[in-house]
Nanobody, 123 residues
Framework: QLQACGGGLVQAGGSLRLSCAASGRSINNSDMGWFRQAPGKEREFVAAISWSGRTTSYADSVKGRFTISRDNAKNTVYLQMNNLKSEDTAVYYC??????????????????WGQGTLVTVSS
């Protein structure tokens, strides 16, 4: 089970750090991803990180502002979000990738999903 937390209300230009903690299973060998769904829109890719942490990938819309990282000792993945914009308002989901596929932007390549945490950016 994946538990995402850290969302909240923040002003534009502010920062938040989301956490995704796994319980009942280890994610140390899993590539992990963050996705988001804004009101009235489809869920979209935000960032992904390889199981080792050596490789990352970002959506163009967040590149340079968001940083994905992980602490395998804590079985947790993070998403540091800086310089937040109103268009970042969404429910953010973490997900673990299917074994052996490598980091991916495709939702179909992820098999376990957290419940989501709401990020609201006020302008």
């Amino acid at each position: 089970q994946l538990q995402a937390c850290g969302g909240g209300l923040v002003q534009a230009g502010g920062s938040l750090r989301l956490s995704c903690a796994a319980s009942g299973r280890s994610i140390n060998n899993s590539d992990m991803g963050w996705f988001r769904q804004a009101p009235g829109k489809e869920r979209e890719f935000v960032a992904a990180i390889s199981w080792s942490g050596r490789t990352t990938s970002y959506a163009d819309s967040v590149k340079g502002r968001f940083t994905i990282s992980r602490d395998n000792a804590k079985n947790t993945v993070y998403l540091q979000m800086n310089n937040l914009k109103s268009e970042d308002t969404a429910v953010y989901y973490c997900a673990s990738g299917k074994y052996g596929l490598g980091i991916s932007r495709a939702q179909s390549d992820y098999d376990y999903w957290g419940q989501g945490t709401l990020v609201t950016v006020s302008s």
